[in-house]
C-alpha cells in the first residue's frame, strides 16, 4: 500500500503534468480579460499601415514565416543588433529585406498603452499577420494566444533553417519537415507569394538561365532586372494580382510563371503538381488549406508559461 509520501508524489507530478501540459496550449481567449482590446486594436493598425502601403501585409507575412522557422515563433526576429547581441537581422534571409518592424513597433506602442505589460510580441505578429492577410481578401483564421517572448537570437539558424528562394523541391519539403509540416503545408504556405514583391537578386538567375520560364514572362522580367546590378529592383510575385490574396500564384505555376526557382520547382513535373492544379482551380479549397496551414505553423515551439518574456519593447529584451 503506497504511504502518505508516495501519494503527494503522485499527486504532485501529475499537477506538474497538467500544468506543463497547460502551459504548452495556446489559446484565442488568453487576453480575454488581461486585455479584451487586444484584436481591435492590432487590426485597426495593420489596417492603418496596408492603407498606406498594401505590400506591408506581405512584409508581416513574411516576418512571421521567418520568425516562425527560428526556434519556433517567439518574436526573436524582431530583436535589434547591440554591441553585445546579434540577432537574426542580419542573417542571409533578412538583410536588407526583412520589413514591416516599424508597423509592430507602431502597434506595440498601442497595445502597450491599453495593457502594460501585458502582451507579448510574439502574439502581435502572430495577429497582425492574419489581418494583413485579411485585409488583402485572404482568408481569416482564429489565432490562438499566449506566446512568450525570446530573450535570444540565432543568426546562424536564421542563415540554415529559412528556406532559400533557390531551394529545389526536395530541399524544401526536409527543410518544412524538420518544422513539423509536411508537402502539403509547403505548397499551400508557398501561396502566400500570391502577395508581395521579389528583388531582383533572387530571381536573376532563374529569368536568365532556366528553361521551364514563359518566354515572354520572363522578356518582361528582364526588362527590371539586368545582368548585373538592380539587384534591389522589384517584381510582383504574382504576375497579375501582388496586392489581392488569391489563388492566382497557382496560375501563375501552371502557366510556367513563378518568379523564384523555388515557386516553380512546385510545379514542375514532381510530387505537388496535382495540388497545385487544383488550388489553381479552387480558390476556396486554397483559401481553407491555407487557413489551417498558417494555424499549424503559428504553433511550431511557442514559448508559454514562464519561459521568454513579455518584451516592453519589441526590439530589445527587457
Not at 131 to 152: E, K, Q
Not at 211 to 216: E, Q, V, Y
Amino acid at each position: 500500500m503506497a504511504t502518505l509520501n508516495q501519494v503527494l508524489v503522485i499527486v504532485l507530478s501529475v499537477i506538474s503534468v497538467i500544468t506543463c501540459s497547460s502551459n504548452a496550449q495556446l489559446s484565442p481567449n488568453f487576453y480575454a480579460k488581461t486585455c479584451p482590446n487586444l484584436q481591435t486594436i492590432v487590426r485597426n493598425g495593420m489596417r492603418q499601415a496596408v492603407a498606406k502601403e498594401a505590400r506591408l501585409a506581405a512584409s508581416i507575412l513574411r516576418l512571421f514565416f521567418h520568425d516562425c522557422f527560428v526556434n519556433g515563433c517567439d518574436a526573436s526576429i524582431l530583436l535589434d543588433d547591440t554591441a553585445t547581441f546579434t540577432g537574426e537581422k542580419n542573417a542571409a534571409p533578412n538583410r536588407n529585406s526583412a520589413r514591416g518592424f516599424e508597423v509592430i513597433d507602431s502597434i506595440k506602442s498601442n497595445v502597450e498603452v491599453a495593457c502594460n505589460a501585458t502582451v507579448s510580441c510574439a502574439d502581435i505578429l502572430a495577429l497582425a499577420t492574419r489581418d494583413g492577410v485579411v485585409l488583402l481578401g485572404g482568408p481569416s483564421w482564429i489565432v490562438a494566444l499566449g506566446r512568450r517572448d525570446a530573450r535570444t537570437a540565432s543568426q546562424s539558424a536564421a542563415n540554415s533553417q529559412i528556406p532559400s528562394p533557390f531551394s529545389d523541391l526536395s530541399t524544401l519539403i526536409s527543410m518544412f519537415a524538420a518544422k513539423g509540416l509536411n508537402a502539403r503545408d509547403l505548397t499551400v504556405l508557398s501561396g502566400g507569394h500570391t502577395i508581395g514583391q521579389a528583388e531582383c537578386q533572387f530571381f536573376r538567375n532563374r529569368i536568365y538561365n532556366e528553361s521551364n520560364i514563359d518566354a515572354k514572362f520572363a522578356s518582361t522580367r528582364k526588362a527590371n532586372c539586368p545582368t548585373s546590378g538592380g539587384d534591389t529592383n522589384l517584381a510582383p510575385l504574382d504576375s497579375l494580382t501582388a496586392t489581392r490574396f488569391d489563388n492566382n500564384y497557382y496560375n501563375d505555376l501552371v502557366a510556367q510563371r513563378g518568379l523564384l526557382h523555388s515557386d516553380q520547382v512546385l510545379f514542375n513535373g514532381g510530387s505537388q503538381d496535382a495540388l497545385v492544379r487544383s488550388y489553381s482551380a479552387n480558390n476556396a479549397a486554397f483559401f481553407s488549406d491555407f487557413a489551417a496551414a498558417m494555424v499549424k505553423m503559428s504553433n511550431i515551439s511557442p514559448l508559454t508559461g514562464t519561459s521568454g518574456e513579455i518584451r516592453k519593447n519589441c526590439r530589445v529584451i527587457n
